[in-house]
Nanobody, 121 residues
């Protein structure tokens, strides 16, 4: 069955880096877009980054451009989110999700359970 499992969340100091992983199983990664979303306490879930299927088009929300990098390793069925220069406003649960194309949360059909990122000194 389809599964998405996130890992890599942790406590990190401001300015630090983390790499999140989204391990996919039960489907061919190349046929789908994979998006990273995040939800901070009391806030709505927002899109962070997305990489589309075959053409591998990449999107970032403005607040992470230049700091975050999304990548995909089809051989490992894994999508990564490299996060650098982390700030307190990056604190959130981070989720990966699958969709036919890069779009908003309501268009994604499978979700992982999330991994927590805390940025604090």
């Amino acid at each position: 069955q389809v599964q998405l499992v996130e890992s890599g969340g942790s406590l990190v100091q401001p300015g630090g880096s983390l790499r999140l992983s989204c391990a996919a199983s039960g489907f061919t990664l190349d046929n789908y877009a994979i998006g990273w979303f995040r939800q901070a306490p009391g806030k709505e879930r927002e899109g962070v980054s997305c990489i589309s299927g075959r053409d591998k088009t990449i999107f970032y929300t403005d607040s992470v451009k230049g700091r975050f990098t999304i990548s995909r390793d089809n051989a490992k069925n894994t999508v990564y989110l490299q996060m650098n220069s982390l700030k307190s406003e990056d604190i959130a649960f981070y989720y990966c999700a699958r969709g036919a194309e890069c779009s908003g949360p309501s268009s994604m059909d499978f979700w992982g359970k999330g991994t927590l990122v805390i940025v604090s000194s």
